[in-house]
């Protein structure tokens, strides 16, 4: 079993900055691809970035040039660094890990990106 515990998210103004991190706790870390989603009230989870076993990345349109995923697989961690936070980034914010058909969420970190 694999568990991921988010942190942190928070309160921030238009045009700031927060870093997310999510540790896993699971053996052999690097073997897993690994994702944030977010969900805005009302609206379906949707795919905010991933970073392969080898390090691809992808990333949302909506993010592109703003967000940046990446991992430390000597601490077992996945981190979102989000730059020049805007209103329509406001959402639940949830770690993803995936190996073949496993697939692992965790509780979620709140973003508010407001004035």
């Known amino acids: 079993q694999v568990q991921l515990v988010e942190s942190g998210g928070g309160l921030v103004q238009p045009g700031g900055s927060l870093r997310l991190s999510c540790a896993a706790s699971?053996?052999?870390?690097?073997?897993?691809?690994m994702g944030w989603y977010r969900q805005a009230p009302g609206k379906q989870r949707e795919l905010v970035a991933r970073?392969?076993?080898?390090?691809?990345?992808n990333y949302a349109d909506s993010v592109k040039g703003r967000f940046t995923i990446s991992r430390d697989n000597a601490k077992n961690t996945v981190y979102l660094q989000m730059n020049n936070l805007k209103p329509e980034d406001t959402a639940v914010y949830y770690c993803?890990?995936?190996?073949?058909?496993?697939?692992?969420w965790g509780q979620g970190t709140q973003v508010t990106v407001s004035s």
């Open positions: 699971v053996s052999i870390f690097s073997i897993y691809a």
């Open positions: 970073i392969t076993s080898g390090g691809r990345t």
């Open positions: 993803h890990a995936e190996r073949g058909s496993l697939s692992y």
